[in-house]
């Protein structure tokens, strides 16, 4: 069977995702595959690739397949120990990078729920500055290390396994504080897509009956471990919520700006001391 009669074939997921699922079988870039439709595939590829289409019909994320995820210009790898990056989540990492031009003399700086280590890879990678990456999960701990390791960021990160700050020293303070924490709240999580709620891990998205728990614990506890004039940076879920963590962070002292993403809904939450 040629490239060119799976393509015409296969009709019940999307084309682009089809030719994704052949280019990773496969291993060669997506533009080759478009070049080469007259290419045997052999048996085993074949039923490989039927296979991964019948996962993709089922409702399993095409990252998960595929393994990989891009963020911020990077190949992430990715499997369903982590969530998988959103681009929104990129905001974060834009903010903080605008930071640090800002105030270069920024060195302590800590990624709290790194999941796939997304966030603190990205900022290590564009600034060789020393991260601390945290999370509740160990299994996500692995996959994030794994790309620190493959991305070449792994010199100066650091990674600890813990709930929230439970495991970090009190007293030692940061200058800059990321949090992607899950924010999902009970009245949302039925209408979340079967994609994320049956593939992805729940711990890694929802916050509790209102959505806000997981929040309410890292503000009150991020007092101790942030610089006077130091930057809390969240990712949140919309309007609403947004303005409750901006309360919150507003509680602790913290002088708060309100950022929206590309389809206009409250995103990111930066606290300043
Ligand atoms: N934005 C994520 C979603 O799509 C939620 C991420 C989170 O809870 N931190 O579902």
């Known amino acids: ?94 903010e903080a990078l605008q930071i640090l031009t800002k105030k270069p003399h920024i060195s302590h700086i800590l990624d709290m729920g790194t999941g796939s280590g997304a966030i603190g890879i990205a900022i290590s990678k564009r600034t060789g500055t020393h991260i601390v990456c945290v999370d509740i999960s160990m299994e996500a701990l692995s996959v994030a290390r794994k790309n620190a390791f493959l991305l070449q960021a792994s010199g100066s990160i650091h990674f600890v396994c813990s709930d929230l700050f439970r495991g970090i020293k009190r007293g030692r303070k940061f200058d800059m504080v990321l949090a992607n924490l899950p924010y999902v709240s009970h009245e949302e999580w039925d209408g979340v897509m079967v994609e994320v709620r049956d593939f992805e891990p729940k711990i890694a998205l929802y916050g509790g009956v209102g959505g806000t728990e997981v929040y309410e614990r890292f503000a009150r506890e991020i007092p101790h471990y942030l610089e006077k004039d130091g930057y809390v940076i969240c990712e949140v879920g919309g309007d609403t919520q947004g303005k409750k963590i901006k309360g919150m962070l507003e509680t602790i002292g913290l002088t708060v700006v309100v950022k929206k993403d590309l389809s206009d809904r409250v995103r990111m939450l930066t606290g300043h001391g």
Not at 56 to 74: A, C, D, N, Q, V
């Open 1 to 94: 069977m040629q490239i060119r009669d799976i393509i015409s074939e296969t009709k019940d997921i999307g084309k682009l995702d089809l030719i994704n699922i052949i280019s990773f079988t496969l291993s060669m870039r997506k533009e080759e595959i478009l070049m080469n439709v007259e290419r045997e595939i052999e048996n085993e590829q074949l039923a490989h690739i039927k296979n991964l289409v019948k996962d993709r019909m089922r409702g399993k994320p095409l990252s998960y397949i595929t393994k990989s995820k891009e963020f911020f210009s990077e190949p992430f790898f990715v499997d369903e120990r982590v969530l998988i990056p959103r681009p929104e989540t990129e905001l974060l990492v834009e």
